[in-house]
Antibody
Framework: QVTLKESGPVLVKPTETLTLTCTVSGFSLSNARMGVSWIRQPPGKALEWLAHIFSNDEKSYSTSLKSRLTISKDTSKSQVVLTMTNMDPVDTATYYC????????????WGQGTLVTVSS | QSVLTQPPSVSEAPRQRVTISCSGSSSNIGNNAVNWYQQLPGKAPKLLIYYDDLLPSGVSDRFSGSKSGTSASLAISGLQSEDEADYYCAAWDDSLNVVVFGGGTKLTVL
């Protein structure tokens, strides 16, 4: 079955760089019609899409966060990595990764999410 | 301020029907598929409707989606207490080249 699991630090300091890894199983990152997105949700707030990457290495980034985000994949390891630079307390959120279909951009399988707190 | 506009909350009695609206523009809803997600308290979101009106396998047919122009709607019939959740619409935006989400709607079953 399809699963995704986020991993990374639970606590980062302001100005540090956050690196999150999404490990997938049940599908291949080389599948032409599928990719992985990152989405975050601050406590008590709405979902915010961050970025996605597809098998052909096509990438898109949130307009407001583009300068701070980098998404990449390691197909052999079935992993997608998101880095976010210059972390701030407002970046405190649960970060999710989700399988994404290239036609329609629906996110059909989600990880459980990982809460990242930014604090000194 | 979200690109897609949803009412912050809706409420209805059990066994009744409720609709949640999602308003956008020609660059998102008007030209691309709308997807809906359900987020139960403390849980990860779940795909509820895709391509405007299609149900993923395993989703109850009490849920339905529709779209007209630059607006979309999610309808839930035969409301049950277990439907209490936050609901989000989302779509690709051709102008911004990003996925945009609505601000979410909290459904309360009275």
């Amino acid at each position: 079955q399809v699963t995704l699991k986020e991993s990374g630090p639970v606590l980062v300091k302001p100005t540090e760089t956050l690196t999150l890894t999404c490990t997938v199983s049940g599908f291949s990152l080389s599948n032409a019609r599928m990719g992985v997105s990152w989405i975050r949700q601050p406590p008590g707030k709405a979902l915010e899409w961050l970025a996605h990457i597809f098998s052909n290495d096509e990438k898109s980034y949130s307009t407001s966060l583009k300068s701070r985000l980098t998404i990449s994949k390691d197909t052999s390891k079935s992993q997608v990595v998101l880095t976010m630079t210059n972390m701030d307390p407002v970046d405190t959120a649960t970060y999710y990764c989700a399988r994404t279909h290239s036609d329609g951009y629906n996110l059909d399988y989600w990880g459980q999410g990982t809460l990242v707190t930014v604090s000194s | 301020q979200s690109v897609l506009t949803q009412p912050p909350s809706v409420s209805e009695a059990p066994r009744q029907r409720v609709t949640i609206s999602c308003s956008g523009s020609s660059s998102n809803i008007g030209n691309n598929a709308v997807n809906w997600y359900q987020q139960l308290p403390g849980k990860a979101p779940k795909l509820l409707i895709y391509y405007d009106d299609l149900l993923p396998s395993g989703v109850s047919d009490r849920f339905s989606g529709s779209k007209s122009g630059t607006s979309a709607s999610l309808a839930i019939s035969g409301l049950q207490s277990e439907d209490e959740a936050d609901y989000y619409c989302a779509a690709w935006d051709d102008s911004l080249n990003v996925v945009v989400f609505g601000g979410g709607t909290k459904l309360t079953v009275l």
